[in-house]
């Protein structure tokens, strides 16, 4: 089974503060992982992907195979930051199929 | 900017009644799902098309739920009949026929979203 695990429905950090949202996966194969971001009345949107190597937004993600993670960190948070966060997973054992996890709402105090 | 359109946003019904959702993907993305995400989780996806062929429908229940993209563009979920356990966000995404450069994926980009209400 592939399953995707955000153990943190709710984080709250301070504006500057370091935040790191924590992804967990199982899986089989060789996974393509992802986080997407939802804001405040918009659409779900990707965010960034690991394969990209990229850092979006501040936002950089490394996947560790040996810790079957996928975390999403940041060095300092700001405001506009506050929204959900889902990872998911996929991969060719899945058929490209998406799973998503259950989503962490980030806010950032100001 | 070219964005993935449902309608209707937001549709109350009762149970045992048939409820239809429409959803019109980015001009040219070959590939569309269909999602439906209760609150609290994350998105559940319950078919994917492949222009106007399934690919997968393995998690949608097919006693009540049906899907179809006659022509390759536009497609319609169906609800028939509704169940009160059916209340959800169904979301809709396209993305561009996978590449094979990487894994095959593709970047979904999403609608708005349908809200349903069963009473």
């Known amino acids: 089974a592939q399953r995707v695990t955000q153990p943190e429905k709710l984080l709250s950090v301070f504006k500057g503060a370091p935040v790191e949202l924590k992804c967990n996966y199982s899986y089989s194969g060789s996974p393509e992982l992802f986080w997407y971001v939802q804001y405040s009345r918009q659409r779900l949107q990707l965010l960034l992907r690991h394969i990209s190597r990229e850092s979006i937004k501040g936002f950089t993600a490394d996947l560790n195979k040996g810790e079957t993670s996928f975390h999403l960190k940041k060095p300092f948070a700001q405001e506009e930051d506050s929204a959900m966060y889902y990872c998911a997973l996929s991969g060719q054992d899945t058929g490209n199929q998406f799973y998503f996890g259950t989503g962490t709402s980030l806010t950032v105090i100001p | 900017e070219a964005e993935v359109a449902q309608s209707p946003r937001y549709k109350i019904t009762e149970k045992s009644q048939a409820v239809a959702f429409w959803c019109d993907p980015i001009?040219?993305?070959?590939?569309l799902y269909w999602y439906r995400q209760i609150l609290g989780q994350g998105p559940e996806l319950l078919v994917q098309?492949?222009?106007?062929?399934?690919?997968?429908d393995s998690q949608l229940p097919k006693d009540r739920f049906s899907a179809e993209r006659l022509k390759g563009v536009d497609s319609t979920l169906k609800i028939q009949p509704a169940e009160l356990g059916d209340s959800a966000m169904y979301l809709c995404?396209?993305?561009?026929?996978?590449?094979?450069?990487?894994?095959?994926?593709?970047?979904?980009?999403f609608g708005p979203g349908t809200r349903l209400t069963v009473l």
């Open positions: 995404a396209s993305s561009l026929e996978p590449e094979d450069t990487f894994s095959g994926t593709d970047t979904q980009y």
């Open positions: 001009s040219g993305h070959a590939t």
């Open positions: 098309f492949q222009d106007e062929s399934v690919v997968d």
